[in-house]
């Protein structure tokens, strides 16, 4: 707690004030998190009808790249204290999450195109959440990459959201 007040700037007994131990930090970032997610998905669902699919795409993955500072502490707060949560919940705290980016990014592909089926969008969502993640590492060289792969992932983001939710789909360019 006397390193999360000097971090802040603040007065330890402020900090106590209003979080009574680490345990109520933590859930205070989780939840502070998980709402900024929604809100971040929120605010792309209120543009998805309007947006072609390659400006779906670009939206979608500087998404993850914004909100990646902090996902960044969640993770190292889940990850750096054990005397707070178990393992088991932990793992399920990360599922949640990411089951929240799916149905964002879900919820966003049904928008973008109505006609396009449940389950096929439940798998292009994993897909563009995956490719959001490698969009992160390589901009944070958390990932190997080259000063061009970041726009060659962008392009790549873009013409299989094209592909997929223009009419006809992905059915139409297989053979």
Same mark, same amino acid.
């Given at each position: 707690?006397?390193?999360?007040?000097?971090?802040? !700037?603040?007065?330890?007994?402020?900090?106590?004030?209003?979080?009574?131990?680490? !345990?109520? =930090?933590?859930?205070?970032?989780?939840?502070?998190?998980?709402?900024?997610?929604?809100?971040?998905?929120?605010? =792309?669902?209120?543009?998805?009808?309007?947006?072609?699919?390659?400006? $779906?795409?670009?939206?979608?993955?500087? $998404?993850?790249?914004?909100?990646?500072?902090?996902?960044?502490?969640?993770?190292?707060?889940?990850?750096?204290?054990?005397?707070?949560?178990?393992?088991?919940?932990?793992?399920?705290?990360?599922?949640?999450?990411?089951?929240?980016?799916?149905?964002?990014?879900?919820?966003? $592909?049904?928008?973008?195109?109505?006609?396009?089926?449940?389950?096929?969008?439940?798998?292009?969502?994993?897909?563009?959440?995956?490719?959001?993640?490698?969009?992160?590492?390589?901009?944070?060289?958390?990932?190997?990459?080259?000063?061009?792969?970041?726009?060659?992932?962008?392009?790549?983001?873009?013409?299989?959201?094209?592909? =997929?939710?223009?009419?006809?789909?992905?059915?139409?360019?297989?053979?």
């Amino acid at each position: 707690m006397a390193e999360i007040a000097a971090r802040a !700037d603040a007065n330890i007994n402020s900090l106590y004030r209003f979080f009574p131990n680490k !345990d109520a =930090v933590a859930e205070a970032l989780m939840r502070q998190y998980t709402e900024a997610l929604q809100s971040e998905y929120d605010a =792309v669902h209120a543009h998805a009808a309007d947006a072609a699919p390659e400006e $779906l795409a670009d939206i979608l993955i500087d $998404l993850m790249v914004k909100l990646h500072p902090q996902a960044r502490a969640l993770t190292a707060l889940l990850d750096s204290r054990t005397d707070w949560t178990e393992v088991r919940e932990r793992a399920q705290i990360r599922e949640r999450l990411r089951a929240l980016a799916l149905a964002g990014i879900k919820t966003a $592909l049904t928008i973008c195109a109505p006609d396009l089926g449940d389950k096929e969008a439940e798998d292009v969502a994993a897909v563009v959440l995956n490719n959001m993640k490698t969009m992160v590492g390589m901009t944070m060289n958390d990932a190997p990459t080259t000063p061009g792969a970041p726009d060659q992932l962008r392009l790549m983001n873009r013409l299989y959201l094209a592909a =997929v939710l223009r009419p006809g789909g992905l059915q139409a360019m297989q053979c």
